[in-house]
């Protein structure tokens, strides 16, 4: 059965840090891995998906990598912001299903 | 594009009673529809997958005569909570798939605060 674990599961930085999350899965026999950000009582945002061909993707301050065969990925925050602050869950894909990581509450202080 | 549309966002209801929860896709056709739950602090857990037209299937430890889902449309599926108790209080979050491969990505809906009293 798919594990996925994230670390830490909480994080406060001052604004303008950059910060790497990590996410860690027990079967490296995936289809892909997103990460996606949730504010407060609200849905999903997809941030990033790597799929299980590729080593990383990149959008604006954001960088997601992964290294299939050892069942990690990161994601690197970089020049943080405060509006950055939300919880940052990773997924990965296996068959149909997506399995959700336990996530990592960022807050960025002003 | 690839909207997807969750009715109400927020639903409170008194133990005993059924509220259904809609799912929609509004710009594209959604060949399979996934059903989460989220308590506080935690994670999404998978509750059932449903392919259009076809019966849902659910996860180990989810009762299907409870939570029942219908997807009859390529657009629309439903979540309805039968008997609803307060401990099936919590936040439901449907997604939806344009295909039905593995690759292909699922794209969430806003989420559906229950409270059960």
């Known amino acids: 059965k798919q594990e996925v674990t994230q670390i830490p599961a909480a994080l406060s930085v001052p604004e303008g840090e950059n910060l790497v999350l990590n996410c860690s899965f027990t079967?490296?026999?995936?289809?892909?891995l997103q990460w996606f950000r949730q504010d407060p009582g609200k849905g999903l945002t997809s941030l990033l998906l790597?799929?299980?061909?590729?080593r990383e993707q990149t959008s604006g301050r954001l960088n997601a990598s992964l290294d299939k065969s050892s069942g990690r990925s990161t994601l690197y925050i970089a020049a943080s912001q405060p509006g950055d602050s939300a919880t940052y869950l990773c997924?990965?894909?296996?068959?149909?299903?997506?399995?959700f990581g336990t996530g990592t509450r960022l807050l960025v202080s002003p | 594009g690839a909207v997807v549309s969750q009715h109400p966002s927020r639903v409170i209801c008194k133990s005993g009673t059924s509220v259904k929860i809609e799912c929609r896709s509004l710009?594209?056709?959604?060949?399979?529809m996934f059903w989460y739950r989220q308590f506080p602090k935690q994670s999404l857990m998978l509750m059932a997958t449903?392919?259009?037209?076809?019966?849902?299937?659910?996860e180990q430890g989810v009762e299907k005569d409870k939570f029942l889902i219908n997807h009859a449309s390529l657009t629309l599926s439903t979540l309805t909570v039968t008997s609803a108790h307060p401990e099936d209080s919590s936040f439901y979050i449907c997604?939806?798939?344009?295909?039905?491969?593995?690759?292909?990505?699922?794209?969430f809906g806003p989420g559906t605060r229950l409270t059960v009293t």
């Open positions: 997604s939806a798939s344009g295909q039905g491969g593995a690759y292909y990505e699922q794209y």
């Open positions: 790597i799929q299980s061909s590729q």
């Open positions: 710009d594209f056709q959604a060949t399979t």
């Open positions: 997924a990965v894909r296996d068959f149909q299903k997506l399995v």
């Open positions: 449903s392919n259009e037209g076809s019966k849902a299937t659910y």
């Open positions: 079967d490296s026999a995936i289809y892909n």
